[in-house]
């Protein structure tokens, strides 16, 4: 029978290694297929610059809502929490300030809180809910269970703490295996396409 340290010692071990092997493999992949497709050449005189206008937009539809504020708070979990960046550290050699723990926490909790709205709103507005796939909830799903099992180990509320440990590991590993094949891939995409479309509307000389 498998003891909470056998089950935290799996997942640190070929569960992790497995899972960074297919997320690295899955974005390669997708890179492949934007950039593959190339950016048809425009044979029509410039009437505006790109760079200005692609840089806007990016700014523009940077909107403080639910969905927003819950994106910021991933990344800031994710980036900025000091066991986090210890372990980029070894797994990859770079490394950069964290913030203090207490503030991290409080951003976690607006996080979980964040992603609940979110739902409800999926849920409760009748548009919303008509367009949702089964992929929508699924990827709710798994960005939601990384917070929510990251909060709980750090404040010990599972125990015993290897298994509470083990669970956050997990949850993160199925993130990255799903993250490279559903719409999550817009962690990468989003801000390329936003200034896509930007400088494409600048070069026209039309604003986005």
Avoid: C
């Amino acid at each position: 029978m498998m003891t909470p340290m056998d089950f935290l010692l799996l997942t640190k071990g070929p569960l992790f290694s497995l899972a960074i092997a297919i997320f690295a493999l899955g974005i390669l992949i997708r890179l492949f297929e934007i950039f593959a497709l190339g950016r048809a050449h425009n044979y029509a005189a410039a009437r505006g610059n790109e760079v200005i206008p692609g840089l806007k937009t990016m700014y523009r539809r940077f909107n403080p809502d639910p969905g927003t504020l819950w994106h910021v708070g991933f990344v800031i979990a994710l980036l900025l929490f000091i066991p986090h960046i210890e372990l980029i550290k070894s797994t990859l050699g770079v490394s950069w300030p964290g913030l203090p723990n207490p503030v991290v926490d409080a951003v976690t909790a607006i996080t979980l809180l964040g992603l609940v709205a979110v739902l409800i709103h999926r849920l409760t507005h009748p548009v919303k809910r008509f367009l949702s796939t089964p992929q929508d909830y699924l990827i709710w799903t798994v960005t939601f269970l990384p917070v929510l099992t990251g909060y709980l180990a750090y404040h010990r509320l599972i125990n015993p703490y290897p298994l509470a440990l083990g669970l956050h590991i997990f949850t993160v590993e199925i993130f990255l295996i799903v993250l490279p094949f559903t719409k999550l891939t817009h962690i990468f995409t989003a801000f390329v396409a936003r200034y896509y479309n930007g400088a494409i509307f600048g070069r026209k000389g039309i604003q986005s």
